[in-house]
């Protein structure tokens, strides 16, 4: 690559370092970890970076931070530390079950980091996406190579699990 | 118990991601299900909370130079060259500082000279009076109607010529600004063409060899005339602009 190409990438992705941290971040539930595939991310990025045509350059790099991510996943999974994800298995069964609200306004940011750690990966990246990137539906749907009704019914079921772990979490304590 | 088929779309709702016809329907039906405006409450909830939690990670300040290096390693754009690696940067330092100050020499007499920025203030102050309704303060074809006009709005006299039977029909004046002081726009107009000619006294009085440039797609002349500058500037080939100039100067 010469060194005007370079400048160009640079220019194009090295602005979304933080959007792809925090992805990453979230991911991976490790500063570390998440450093790593990062750098490991903007270097596939560089490689792929002819085929980049423009366009929503945030969603070109988080979908590959996304599957660095996971790449980063499956190997530690390998080593058993992550769950495994079964869309069905993670259904939540009443959907009227929302997040009370006397208890959202309880939680701390202590309850809700913890909340949205336990979250099944495709759910907490989804949820991440939308609510901390403020990306749209359409976006999130690039970044995850899914259709957009997937991405409606993920969000739908991240927030009703996450108000759950949230209730679980407020019951205990009391 | 929400209606379950409504359920994701009333989030989509609060996300802002349904259409305008789709959210009255939601907006209606919410009115009339006390389940459903439970969930859209709990979902806001929600989002109020998560927003207010800053919850989201930055980039260690560190990562961005890290980043850097490890995809400029990889590329191998400076260690591409033996002079590059550190190994020679001692050797090469004083090659390095001489290229430093060579591309300084460059980039200083690459910046525009004030003939540049004059011809890129003309071509705007065109493009802008073709946008909405800025283009003519006092419309007319008659040259005894336009020229009067500008009498106690500038100090100085412009030459206004008809040159309808040359085949630029003018349709009017205006007030415009450039090179730091108010200047006479006369617009012409060929066939579709608008023609800005934009006119004003020559401060220092000397005589001035025309310039033409094309400049964003549209083609410029400027020239000098009697202790008055003359800049025309349209979208019109350079050819009949030429045409136009010469048909002014006669």
């Known amino acids: 690559m010469d060194p005007a190409e370079l400048k160009r990438f640079e220019r194009t992705f090295l602005p979304h370092m933080s959007a792809a941290y925090n992805l990453a971040r979230w991911l991976t539930r490790s500063d570390q970890d998440a450093q790593d595939v990062v750098q490991e991310a903007y270097l596939r990025a560089v490689r792929f970076f002819g085929g980049f045509r423009g366009g929503n350059s945030k969603a070109w790099l988080l979908s590959i931070v996304r599957n660095a991510g996971y790449t980063w996943l499956q190997r530690s999974q390998a080593h058993g530390t992550t769950v495994s994800f079964d869309e069905q298995l993670h259904d939540v069964e009443d959907r009227s079950q929302g997040p009370e609200m006397e208890l959202l306004q309880r939680a701390t940011r202590q309850d809700l980091l913890a909340a949205l750690e336990a979250l099944p990966v495709e759910f907490r990246e989804t949820l991440v996406l939308r609510e901390l990137e403020g990306l749209s539906y359409k976006e999130i749907a690039e970044v995850g190579g899914l259709p957009i009704g997937t991405v409606m019914s993920r969000l739908a079921r991240a927030r009703r699990i996450l108000g759950q772990v949230l209730s679980e979490r407020g019951t205990k304590e009391d | ?250």
């Open chain 2, 1 to 250: 118990m929400a209606c379950p088929e409504k359920s994701d779309l009333i989030e989509a709702y609060a996300d802002g991601e349904l259409d305008l016809g789709s959210s009255l329907e939601i907006e209606r039906h919410l009115a009339d299900c006390k389940d459903c405006a439970a969930v859209l409450e709990g979902h806001r909830a929600l989002r109020s909370a998560l927003g207010t939690a800053s919850l989201y990670h930055d980039a260690p300040a560190q990562l961005s130079s890290r980043v850097r290096a490890a995809v400029r390693k990889q590329e191998k754009v400076f260690a591409a060259s033996p002079f590059f690696g550190w190994r020679w940067l001692a050797v090469a330092a004083p090659v390095i500082s001489l290229v430093i100050l060579g591309w300084s020499l460059v980039t200083v007499s690459r910046m525009p000279s004030s003939e540049d920025l004059l011809n890129q203030e003309i071509v705007s102050a065109h493009v802008r009076s073709l946008m909405a309704a800025h283009l003519t303060d006092f419309p007319s074809s008659d040259q005894h109607t336009v020229k009067p006009a500008f009498n106690g709005r500038i100090d100085f006299s412009p030459e206004v010529k008809d040159l309808a039977s040359e085949g630029f029909a003018l349709i009017g004046g205006r007030l415009d600004y450039l090179d730091r002081r108010p200047v006479a726009a006369l617009i012409y107009q060929r066939r579709k063409h608008l023609i800005n000619l934009f006119i004003y006294p020559a401060e220092d009085g000397a005589g001035e060899r025309a310039v033409e440039t094309s400049l964003r797609g549209y083609n410029l002349i400027r020239w000098t005339r009697a202790g008055m500058r003359y800049a025309a500037v349209s979208d019109l080939n350079l050819v009949e602009l030429r045409s136009f100039q010469q048909a002014l100067q006669e």
